[in-house]
C-alpha cells in the first residue's frame, strides 16, 4: 500500500514538474512562414531574420533575464496548413504572440483564430483588409501588421506620377491575393490623383510570357504602366517591356520588386524602372541624417554576415515584428492582454520599413512617406527625387 | 506617342503564341512518348522540363562550360533522371496497373521537385539568351531571338522523331510495343528496354524544352507542375498518343491563350484555353487528331 502511494505520488511530481518548467525558463514566441512553396520568396528571409534576431537577444541575455524561445512553422503556402499551425503554435506551444504568416491570403485567412484565441499576431503581409474589419471599420483588436499597406505603395506611385506629370496610365497586375489586392487599390485612388487608367490587364502568376497583355497595353498608349505582381513574373513582364521597345511609357513596380535580384535577373531590362521601396532596401543610399539610417545598416550587415547573401525587404517585415514584440515583451512581459494593449499605443519605434506609429484606429502604423521612390540607375537603386 | 496599328498587335500575338505553344507542344510530345509505349500519363514530365532549365543553369553558368558543351550535358543529366525514374519507381512495382504506375510518377514528381528546391532553392534562375537579347523587329512586330530558337528546336525535335520512328529499327521497335505490347514480345522486342528508352527520351525533349524556355522565363523550382498541366492539355486536345496531335495541340493551346489575353479580358485566358479544350473534346472525345478506334485498345 505505501508503495502504491508512493509511486503515485512520484508520479504526480514527475508530471507536474513537466508542466510547470517550461512556463518558467522562457519566453515563448511563434511564428508561421511560407518558407516553401510559391511565396517562399518571402518567407525563406523572413525566417532567417526572425532567428537572427532572437539569436541576437538571447545572446544579449535574453529579454528581462529570460530567454526566448522561437518556434517557427512552414505553412508550404497553404491555408489550410497555415491554419492547423496557427491553432497548434496558440494551444499546444503556448506562443505568447505570433508574428507571420508572410502572404495576404493566409493572414486573412488566420485571422479569425486569432480573434477568437485573444492572442496577438503581428502578420508579415501586404493587404490593408489584415487590419482593417470592414464590419466595424476599425481593426481587428488583436491583428498588427508590420509591411506598408498596398495602398500606401499605390499613394507613393501616384504622388510620383503628378510630379512627373503623368495622368494617363495602364495597369497590369498577377492574378493571386498580391495583385489583386494591389489592383484594387490602384482603381480606388485613382480618381483622388486625378489619373486615367485606360487598361487593365493580368497574367497568372506562373505565366511565361507577358507581351500579348502588354501589346495590347502599347495599342492605348499610355503615359505610364503599373505592374503589381512579386516572383519571377515581375521579371519577365519587364523583359517583355524591354523587348517590345517600350522605353517611352514609363514603367512602375510595386513595393514587391524589392530585392536587387530582381535588377539582376532583368538582364539589363530594369533600366528606369520606378519603384516605391522602404528604407532597409536602400540603406547605404540613405542620407546619414535620415532616422532609419543606423537600424537598416545594422540590420543589412548582421544579415550578409550571417547568411552570405543579399538582403531581401521581406526579411525587413519580420525583423519589424520581431522586435516590436520583442519590445512589448520588455515592457510587460508575457501577458497576451498586455502586450496588445503595448502594441496599440506603441510610436516612434524605428524599424526597417518605417517608423511606426500605432493607434487603436490604425494597427500598422505608417503613412506613404514610409516609401521612398527609387529608380534602377547602372543596375542598382537610385533615390528618384 | 506612336500609334500602334491592330494588324501589328495581331501578328505579335501570334509570335507569342507560337512561342509558348512550341513549349507546350514539346511538353505534349513528352507525354506522347511514353503514353504510347507504357499508356501511362507520366505527370513528373514537367519536372523534367525544371531539370532542364536549372541543371543547364549550374552547367552553363556556374560551371562555365560554353553552351555547346552545357547542352548535351544537360540533356544527358536530364535523360539519366528519365532513366532513374524508371529503373526507381516504375520498373520495381510488382502488379503494375495502369492507375499504380501514373500514381509512381506523382509521387516521383513531389520527390523531384524536392529535390531541386534542396539543390537550388527556391529562387528563380536565369540563363544568358543562345543569341543576345537584342530583339528583332519585323515591321513593327517584336521577335527575340529566343524565340526563334524555341520553335527551332520543337521543329527539330519534329524531324528527329519522324525519322526516328519510321526509318530506324528501334524507333519501329518502340512503334510496335504502342501498338501491340505482346505482340511485340512474340517477336522477339524486350518491352522493358522499350519502357526505359521512352523514358530517356522523353526526359531529353523536356529537358530541351526546358533549357530554350529559361531564358525567356527564367526558371525555379516549382514551374514544373502548370507546365505539366498545359502540356497534358495540349496533348489531350491534339490527340493523345499522336504526336502531329501534339504539336497541333501546342500550337493551339498557345496562340488561345495569347490571342484571349490580348484581345479579350487577359484575366480570364486559362478559362478560354479550358472551354476550347472541352469543346473540342465535346465534339471529338478522341481529340483533333486522336483515332477513337485506337484509343478503345488501350487501358487509359
Same mark, same amino acid.
Given at each position: 500500500?505505501?508503495?502504491?502511494?508512493?509511486?503515485? #505520488?512520484?508520479?504526480?511530481?514527475?508530471?507536474?514538474?513537466?508542466?510547470?518548467?517550461?512556463?518558467?525558463?522562457?519566453?515563448?514566441?511563434?511564428?508561421?512562414?511560407?518558407?516553401?512553396?510559391?511565396?517562399?520568396?518571402?518567407?525563406?528571409?523572413?525566417?532567417?531574420?526572425?532567428?537572427?534576431?532572437?539569436?541576437?537577444?538571447?545572446?544579449?541575455? *535574453?529579454?528581462?533575464?529570460?530567454?526566448?524561445?522561437?518556434?517557427?512553422?512552414?505553412?508550404?503556402?497553404?491555408?489550410?496548413?497555415?491554419?492547423?499551425?496557427?491553432?497548434?503554435?496558440?494551444?499546444?506551444?503556448?506562443?505568447?504572440?505570433?508574428?507571420?504568416?508572410?502572404?495576404?491570403?493566409?493572414?486573412?485567412?488566420?485571422?479569425?483564430?486569432?480573434?477568437?484565441?485573444?492572442?496577438?499576431?503581428?502578420?508579415?503581409?501586404?493587404?490593408?483588409?489584415?487590419?482593417?474589419?470592414?464590419?466595424?471599420?476599425?481593426?481587428?483588436?488583436?491583428?498588427?501588421?508590420?509591411?506598408?499597406?498596398?495602398?500606401?505603395?499605390?499613394?507613393?506611385?501616384?504622388?510620383?506620377?503628378?510630379?512627373?506629370?503623368?495622368?494617363?496610365?495602364?495597369?497590369?497586375?498577377?492574378?493571386?491575393?498580391?495583385?489583386?489586392?494591389?489592383?484594387?487599390?490602384?482603381?480606388?485612388?485613382?480618381?483622388?490623383?486625378?489619373? $486615367?487608367?485606360?487598361?487593365?490587364?493580368?497574367? *497568372?502568376?506562373?505565366?511565361?510570357?507577358?507581351?500579348?497583355?502588354?501589346?495590347?497595353?502599347?495599342?492605348?498608349?499610355?503615359?505610364?504602366?503599373?505592374?503589381?505582381?512579386?516572383?519571377?513574373?515581375?521579371?519577365?513582364?519587364?523583359?517583355?517591356?524591354?523587348?517590345?521597345?517600350? $522605353?517611352?511609357?514609363?514603367?512602375?513596380?510595386?513595393?514587391?520588386?524589392?530585392?536587387?535580384?530582381?535588377?539582376?535577373?532583368?538582364?539589363?531590362?530594369?533600366?528606369?524602372? #520606378?519603384?516605391?521601396?522602404?528604407?532597409?532596401?536602400?540603406?547605404?543610399?540613405?542620407?546619414?541624417?535620415?532616422?532609419?539610417?543606423?537600424?537598416?545598416?545594422?540590420?543589412?550587415?548582421?544579415?550578409?554576415?550571417?547568411?552570405?547573401?543579399?538582403?531581401?525587404?521581406? *526579411?525587413?517585415?519580420?525583423?519589424?515584428?520581431?522586435?516590436?514584440?520583442?519590445?512589448?515583451?520588455?515592457?510587460?512581459?508575457?501577458?497576451?492582454?498586455?502586450?496588445?494593449?503595448?502594441?496599440?499605443?506603441?510610436?516612434?519605434?524605428?524599424?526597417?520599413?518605417?517608423? #511606426?506609429?500605432?493607434?487603436?484606429?490604425?494597427?500598422?502604423?505608417?503613412?506613404?512617406?514610409? #516609401?521612398?521612390?527609387?529608380?534602377?540607375?547602372?543596375?542598382?537603386?537610385?533615390?528618384?527625387? | 506617342? +506612336?500609334?500602334?496599328?491592330?494588324?501589328?498587335?495581331?501578328?505579335?500575338?501570334?509570335?507569342?503564341?507560337?512561342?509558348?505553344?512550341?513549349?507546350?507542344?514539346?511538353?505534349?510530345?513528352?507525354?506522347?512518348?511514353?503514353?504510347?509505349?507504357?499508356?501511362?500519363?507520366?505527370?513528373?514530365?514537367?519536372?523534367?522540363?525544371?531539370?532542364?532549365?536549372?541543371?543547364?543553369?549550374?552547367?552553363?553558368?556556374?560551371?562555365?562550360?560554353?553552351?555547346?558543351?552545357?547542352?548535351?550535358?544537360?540533356?544527358?543529366?536530364?535523360?539519366?533522371?528519365?532513366?532513374?525514374?524508371?529503373?526507381?519507381?516504375?520498373?520495381?512495382?510488382?502488379?503494375?496497373?495502369?492507375?499504380?504506375?501514373?500514381?509512381?510518377?506523382?509521387?516521383?514528381?513531389?520527390?523531384?521537385?524536392?529535390?531541386?528546391?534542396?539543390?537550388?532553392?527556391?529562387?528563380?534562375?536565369?540563363?544568358?539568351?543562345?543569341?543576345?537579347?537584342?530583339?528583332?523587329?519585323?515591321?513593327?512586330?517584336?521577335?527575340?531571338?529566343?524565340?526563334?530558337?524555341?520553335?527551332?528546336?520543337?521543329?527539330?525535335?519534329?524531324?528527329?522523331?519522324?525519322?526516328?520512328?519510321?526509318?530506324?529499327?528501334?524507333?519501329?521497335?518502340?512503334?510496335?510495343?504502342?501498338?501491340?505490347?505482346?505482340?511485340?514480345?512474340?517477336?522477339?522486342?524486350?518491352?522493358?528496354?522499350?519502357?526505359?528508352?521512352?523514358?530517356?527520351?522523353?526526359?531529353?525533349?523536356?529537358?530541351?524544352?526546358?533549357?530554350?524556355?529559361?531564358?525567356?522565363?527564367?526558371?525555379?523550382?516549382?514551374?514544373?507542375?502548370?507546365?505539366?498541366?498545359?502540356?497534358?492539355?495540349?496533348?489531350?486536345?491534339?490527340?493523345?498518343?499522336?504526336?502531329?496531335?501534339?504539336?497541333?495541340?501546342?500550337?493551339?493551346?498557345?496562340?488561345? +491563350?495569347?490571342?484571349?489575353?490580348?484581345?479579350?479580358?487577359?484575366?480570364?485566358?486559362?478559362?478560354?484555353?479550358?472551354?476550347?479544350?472541352?469543346?473540342?473534346?465535346?465534339?471529338?472525345?478522341?481529340?483533333?487528331?486522336?483515332?477513337?478506334?485506337?484509343?478503345?485498345?488501350?487501358?487509359?
Amino acid at each position: 500500500m505505501v508503495k502504491k502511494v508512493a509511486m503515485v #505520488f512520484l508520479v504526480c511530481l514527475a508530471i507536474c514538474g513537466w508542466a510547470i518548467q517550461p512556463a518558467l525558463a522562457e519566453y515563448t514566441v511563434g511564428a508561421i512562414f511560407s518558407v516553401t512553396g510559391g511565396a517562399s520568396f518571402l518567407g525563406d528571409p523572413e525566417k532567417k531574420t526572425a532567428e537572427m534576431v532572437v539569436e541576437k537577444i538571447n545572446k544579449a541575455g *535574453g529579454i528581462n533575464g529570460q530567454q526566448v524561445k522561437l518556434i517557427v512553422y512552414d505553412d508550404e503556402s497553404d491555408a489550410t496548413k497555415c491554419n492547423l499551425l496557427a491553432k497548434k503554435l496558440i494551444t499546444q506551444d503556448k506562443a505568447v504572440a505570433v508574428i507571420g504568416p508572410s502572404v495576404s491570403g493566409l493572414s486573412l485567412a488566420v485571422v479569425p483564430v486569432f480573434e477568437k484565441e485573444q492572442t496577438p499576431l503581428i502578420s508579415c503581409a501586404a493587404s490593408y483588409k489584415i487590419v482593417h474589419d470592414e464590419k466595424t471599420g476599425k481593426p481587428y483588436p488583436w491583428i498588427f501588421k508590420t509591411p506598408q499597406s498596398d495602398s500606401l505603395a499605390v499613394e507613393a506611385i501616384y504622388t510620383q506620377m503628378q510630379k512627373m506629370g503623368i495622368s494617363k496610365i495602364a495597369i497590369i497586375s498577377v492574378t493571386e491575393a498580391f495583385g489583386a489586392s494591389g489592383r484594387e487599390e490602384l482603381l480606388r485612388l485613382a480618381p483622388t490623383y486625378k489619373i $486615367e487608367i485606360v487598361a487593365d490587364e493580368k497574367y *497568372g502568376p506562373k505565366d511565361t510570357d507577358m507581351m500579348a497583355q502588354l501589346t495590347k497595353i502599347k495599342g492605348f498608349a499610355p503615359q505610364a504602366i503599373i505592374n503589381w505582381s512579386v516572383g519571377p513574373s515581375q521579371v519577365t513582364v519587364v523583359r517583355n517591356w524591354r523587348d517590345l521597345g517600350m $522605353e517611352k511609357i514609363t514603367f512602375f513596380q510595386s513595393h514587391g520588386f524589392g530585392s536587387r535580384k530582381n535588377i539582376e535577373l532583368a538582364a539589363g531590362a530594369a533600366e528606369g524602372v #520606378f519603384c516605391p521601396l522602404g528604407a532597409c532596401n536602400i540603406a547605404e543610399l540613405l542620407p546619414a541624417d535620415h532616422p532609419q539610417k543606423q537600424v537598416t545598416m545594422e540590420y543589412m550587415n548582421d544579415y550578409k554576415a550571417k547568411y552570405n547573401e543579399p538582403l531581401s525587404s521581406f *526579411g525587413g517585415h519580420a525583423w519589424d515584428a520581431m522586435n516590436l514584440l520583442a519590445d512589448a515583451l520588455k515592457a510587460v512581459g508575457p501577458d497576451k492582454a498586455k502586450i496588445r494593449a503595448y502594441l496599440e499605443t506603441k510610436k516612434g519605434f524605428v524599424g526597417q520599413h518605417g517608423v #511606426f506609429n500605432f493607434s487603436a484606429d490604425d494597427h500598422n502604423g505608417l503613412t506613404k512617406e514610409a #516609401f521612398q521612390m527609387v529608380v534602377v540607375k547602372g543596375k542598382d537603386w537610385a533615390l528618384a527625387n | 506617342m +506612336e500609334t500602334f496599328p491592330f494588324l501589328n498587335q495581331l501578328l505579335q500575338f501570334l509570335v507569342t503564341g507560337l512561342t509558348v505553344g512550341a513549349i507546350y507542344a514539346m511538353v505534349a510530345i513528352g507525354f506522347n512518348i511514353i503514353y504510347n509505349v507504357t499508356e501511362i500519363i507520366n505527370l513528373a514530365q514537367g519536372e523534367f522540363v525544371m531539370l532542364g532549365g536549372l541543371v543547364m543553369v549550374s552547367v552553363h553558368t556556374s560551371l562555365g562550360l560554353p553552351l555547346l558543351l552545357a547542352f548535351p550535358v544537360t540533356v544527358l543529366v536530364v535523360t539519366l533522371v528519365g532513366v532513374l525514374l524508371d529503373r526507381l519507381a516504375i520498373r520495381p512495382i510488382r502488379k503494375p496497373s495502369v492507375m499504380t504506375l501514373i500514381i509512381a510518377t506523382v509521387a516521383a514528381s513531389i520527390i523531384i521537385k524536392g529535390l531541386a528546391m534542396i539543390i537550388w532553392g527556391k529562387s528563380p534562375y536565369d540563363l544568358p539568351a543562345f543569341s543576345g537579347r537584342t530583339p528583332i523587329d519585323i515591321g513593327g512586330v517584336i521577335i527575340q531571338p529566343q524565340y526563334l530558337w524555341v520553335i527551332g528546336f520543337l521543329v527539330a525535335v519534329a524531324v528527329g522523331l519522324t525519322l526516328f520512328f519510321n526509318r530506324t529499327i528501334l524507333g519501329k521497335a518502340m512503334g510496335a510495343c504502342a501498338d501491340n505490347p505482346d505482340a511485340a514480345r512474340l517477336v522477339g522486342i524486350n518491352v522493358r528496354h522499350m519502357v526505359l528508352l521512352s523514358f530517356a527520351l522523353s526526359a531529353a525533349i523536356g529537358a530541351v524544352a526546358g533549357l530554350t524556355l529559361t531564358p525567356i522565363a527564367l526558371m525555379d523550382y516549382d514551374r514544373g507542375a502548370m507546365l505539366a498541366i498545359k502540356g497534358f492539355g495540349a496533348a489531350i486536345l491534339g490527340g493523345l498518343g499522336s504526336f502531329p496531335g501534339a504539336i497541333l495541340g501546342g500550337l493551339i493551346l498557345g496562340l488561345i +491563350e495569347s490571342l484571349s489575353a490580348g484581345m479579350l479580358a487577359s484575366g480570364y485566358k486559362d478559362a478560354y484555353a479550358l472551354i476550347i479544350l472541352l469543346a473540342v473534346l465535346f465534339i471529338r472525345p478522341s481529340g483533333i487528331l486522336g483515332n477513337l478506334e485506337v484509343t478503345r485498345f488501350k487501358r487509359f
